[in-house]
């Protein structure tokens, strides 16, 4: 057990290739080396990855990005120096993987604008839309195309995400590889078996973010209302958060016995804790993944009937 909290401490912070073994080196510089890539959508989470992937040496030349939106692509030819375009398929053509940085609602539109060219080049594509399942892509793109679905989270944004992956059963192990290498430069992967298995991501690691926000917003709320200044109460609820985060990451237990052991018996925190307790706080947070996770298999029911 320990030797598995070892491994997900390592896989936390984002891995540069000076971290990695000489052979493990070698393979990274090959994919970097040899992979074209062009994301559709140039939006913040593409922005993020492209960021993530030039920090780790990956050939700016070798990334293209398509999107509507003119200004957009200038900023970002200007801050990468890659290459832009405002077709789809002119972007699309030569590459090794398509990433799909798009809104889930237009998914089904791009795909099938692209779907003979993927097909004629067996390009790998990537999804990072919500709520669209493999099985929708390759209606939309064919039969026999290699798909990566991924989730990743909004921390994604600072280098800090976590992201699962579901590769369908046309993907590659070295295809495997690329696609864990790119979404890793944006943090913590994980790969699912079963597909199914997405609605629950997103609603613990998809959606999370926004519940742990929301505990902030309360807990510095409530600090106020204790007589504590906004900004003090501000700084102390993101300081706590920080380093409880940091705590049970380099800690080897799970995160009952970390409460546990800043709880002293008859204390203040013992106080709150019942508190939150006698409001079925474990019920609520279990009641909130419920609805999430039937929402994103709503919605994926509505996006793949598109």
């Known amino acids: 057990m320990a030797g598995t909290f070892r491994r997900f401490r390592q896989s936390v912070q984002r891995v540069s290739p000076e971290c990695l073994s000489i052979e493990a080196r070698i393979l990274y510089r090959q994919i970097m080396d040899n992979t074209t890539l062009t994301f559709i959508g140039g939006g913040n989470m593409a922005v993020s990855l492209i960021g993530g992937l030039i920090a780790d040496g990956w050939d700016p030349r070798l ?9 957009q692509l200038d900023k970002l030819r200007q801050r990468f120096g890659i290459a832009t375009n405002q077709d ?28 003979e060219l993927l097909s004629r080049q067996h390009s790998l594509v990537i999804s990072i ?34 992201t699962a992956l579901y590769a369908n059963a046309a993907v590659t192990a070295e295809q495997h ?39 902030m917003e309360a ?13 003090t109460a501000r700084l102390l609820t993101l300081q706590t958060a920080l380093g409880a985060a940091k705590m049970a990451i380099e800690s080897t237990e799970d995160a009952a016995t970390l409460r546990r052991r800043v ?44």
């Open 63 to 71: 990334i293209t990005v398509s999107d509507r939106d003119q200004l």
């Open 219 to 231: 807990l510095q709320k409530a600090g106020c209302a204790l007589g504590l200044p906004e900004q």
């Open 263 to 306: 709880t002293s018996p008859g204390g203040t925190t013992e106080r709150a804790i019942q508190t939150f307790q006698q409001h079925n706080f474990d019920e609520l947070v279990s009641q909130a993944l419920e609805a999430a996770a039937a929402r994103s298999r709503e919605l994926a029911e509505q996006f793949g009937k598109q």
């Open 88 to 115: 789809n398929q002119a972007a699309a053509t030569g590459a090794s993987i398509v990433l799909l940085a798009i809104k889930p609602q237009i998914v089904e539109s791009v795909a099938r604008e692209l779907a």
């Open 129 to 162: 839309a919500a709520g669209i399942r493999t099985d929708a892509l390759r209606n939309w793109i064919g039969a026999h195309a290699a798909i990566v679905r991924s989730m990743p989270n909004t921390p994604a944004l600072v280098q800090s995400g976590a």
């Open 177 to 215: 590889d690329i696609a864990e290498s790119i979404l890793r430069a944006v943090g913590l992967t994980i790969w699912v078996e079963d597909e199914s298995l997405m609605d629950a991501v997103t609603a613990l690691s998809g959606s999370g973010p926004a519940y742990f926000f929301l505990f």
